[in-house]
Nanobody, 120 residues
Framework: QVQLVESGGGLVQAGGSLRLSCAASGSIFSFNAMEWYRQAPGKQRELVAG???????NYLDSVKGRFTISRDNGKNTMYLQMSSLKPEDTAVYYCYAAKTLPDGRRFDYWGQGTQVTVSS
């Protein structure tokens, strides 16, 4: 059972930066997809950024140009570099990983979340 642990959240002023980390207890090499989600109070969880094992990345329109997702297979860690933060980025950020085995079985993993608060 792989565990994902997020870190790096905190309180930052608008315009500031934070880097979130998602450390896996095992190898992330086999994960087909690794993603960052966020959930603000009273809102649905939304996909912020995702990356595949092939290295492609996709972003929520509102964070394009400000956030960068990356993964370091050697460190079994995924990152989300967030810059030019806005108050509307305030949310709990979750990391997610998925892998599909050759036999078709799919496994999904979630971290516990880390709070990001951006003050105006």
């Amino acid at each position: 059972q792989v565990q994902l642990v997020e870190s790096g959240g905190g309180l930052v002023q608008a315009g500031g930066s934070l880097r979130l980390s998602c450390a896996a207890s095992g190898s992330i090499f086999s994960f087909n997809a690794m993603e960052w989600y966020r959930q603000a109070p009273g809102k649905q969880r939304e996909l912020v950024a995702g990356t595949t094992s092939g290295g492609s990345a996709n972003y929520l329109d509102s964070v394009k140009g400000r956030f960068t997702i990356s993964r370091d297979n050697g460190k079994n860690t995924m990152y989300l570099q967030m810059s030019s933060l806005k108050p509307e980025d305030t949310a709990v950020y979750y990391c997610y990983a998925a892998k599909t085995l050759p036999d078709g079985r799919r496994f999904d993993y979630w971290g516990q979340g880390t709070q990001v608060t951006v003050s105006s």
